[in-house]
């Protein structure tokens, strides 16, 4: 595989169901990061991580729990979410974050029921 | 406060004419700008980008100006292709003040529709 893989791409949960998003990096890339897009709203910068450590965190709630095990690898953990946080979560990453290009990956859509 | 706009949802251009998408920013600390493509069912990828320094940026059949006086970019197309036909982001940063190029910031959207 090439590119930036999101699993899994469609995903339904109840408002006390645990679940987590995965994303894999195939490109070399040091930094990796979540977007998430609701509709008709801008994408908008949840988390980023570089080499490993998370280094910004865009006042997301702590409902929302990234993991990023490797520089290949990065988790959105999940936990008693809401309905309005239904959406497209991308995950991109980039060589460094100074690069000035993030290469997406397709997005997973989540509903809260 | 939106501090990158797109004010035209949609556009629709006949193939082989010019498509221009327009973009406004407030932030005159930003000091890169991006533009993506995305299809539906995937996600955005990397189109064309311009560094302020620059007033123009030229790749193929596309090209980004920037008029940062009016702190307004646009990106054209010619001519375009249905194959051209996606929802286009424009995107800003502040580059050179050490902040991370995650912090993108979006507008919303213009979606392209090139007809044959």
């Known amino acids: 595989e090439t590119g930036v893989t999101q699993t899994p791409r469609h995903l339904v949960m109840g408002m006390t169901n645990k679940k987590s998003l995965k994303c894999e990096q195939h490109l070399g890339h040091n930094a990796m990061y979540w977007y998430k897009q609701s509709a008709k709203k801008p994408l908008e910068l949840m988390f980023v991580y570089n080499f490993k450590e998370q280094t910004e965190n865009n006042s997301v709630p702590s409902r929302f729990s990234p993991e990023c095990p490797n520089s290949s690898h990065l988790f959105l953990h999940l936990h008693t979410l809401q309905p309005e946080d239904s959406a497209l979560y991308l995950c991109a990453s980039s060589q460094g974050t100074h690069t000035g290009e993030l290469f997406f990956g397709e997005g997973s859509r989540l509903t809260v029921l | 406060d939106q501090q990158v706009k797109q004010n035209s949802p949609s556009l629709s251009v006949q193939e082989g004419r010019i498509s221009i998408l327009n973009c406004d920013y407030t932030?005159?600390?930003?000091?890169?700008f991006l533009w993506y493509k995305k299809y539906p069912a995937e996600g955005p990828t990397f189109l064309i980008s311009?560094?302020?320094?620059?007033d123009k940026n030229e790749d193929g059949r596309f090209t980004v100006f920037l008029n940062k006086s009016a702190k307004h970019l646009s990106l054209h197309i010619v001519p375009s292709q249905p194959g051209d036909s996606a929802v286009y982001f424009c995107?800003?940063?502040?580059?050179?003040?050490?902040?991370?190029?995650?912090?993108?910031?979006f507008g919303k959207g213009t979606k392209l529709s090139v007809k044959p």
């Open positions: 932030n005159s600390m930003f000091d890169y």
């Open positions: 995107a800003a940063s502040v580059m050179n003040y050490g902040g991370s190029q995650g912090n993108l910031i």
């Open positions: 311009i560094s302020s320094i620059k």
